[in-house]
């Protein structure tokens, strides 16, 4: 009996090697990287461009129109697919699946041993509905510009506006250097 469960969790945990597949990784990791950092680039323009024109609130209401559709976009331009993820959600589509909670949980574990500043990514060849997937993730720390919305004291007028847009967010409280998220990319192997 013990056996076959061994046997069983064997089979479930080796899907790569199962699928036989072989990818460049470094240059797969090289792309995206280089998809984080437009990422990054083009939320913190659309974050700017929103308290330039209309203050903390204007900022608010871009990101929550922008930042689902700049993902969108990216991973309409590529053969990969482009999320945030975290596991204190404000919008819920951002959601982790368990893949992502695992890569979470080890993030969050670098950060208590104080090894995640040097070492921010994980990356692993898996199964993905039933598919073979190169997933890739990048942790996302808190800097002092992101406090405004999701920091410990944030301006009523913001938060009335996060109360309503977003009935469970959780995504406040956070201090600076605090693990708050991550970046995942997923691209499928053999497309
Ligand atoms: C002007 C307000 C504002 C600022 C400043 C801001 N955010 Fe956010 N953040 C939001 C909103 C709104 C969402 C939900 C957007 C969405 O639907 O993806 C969000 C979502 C996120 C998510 C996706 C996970 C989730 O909970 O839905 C991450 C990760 C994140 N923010 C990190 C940051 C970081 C890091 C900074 C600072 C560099 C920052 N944010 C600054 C408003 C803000």
Known sequence: MIKKIVLAAVICSVPASVYAVSIDQQSWVAEARELVKKFGHKLKRARKEGLSEGGESKALEVCHLKAPDIAIELS??????VRRTTMQTRDLDNAPDKWEMKVLEEFSRRKKEGQLKSNRE??????????PYFRYMRAILITKSCLKCHGEHIRAQVSSQLDSLYPFDQATGYREGDLRGAYTLRRKIGD
Request: cysteine-free; proline content about 6%; hydrophobic content about 25%.
């Open 122 to 131: 994980f990356y692993e060849i898996v199964d993905y509905d039933g598919q």
């Open 76 to 81: 309409d331009e590529t053969p990969w697919t």
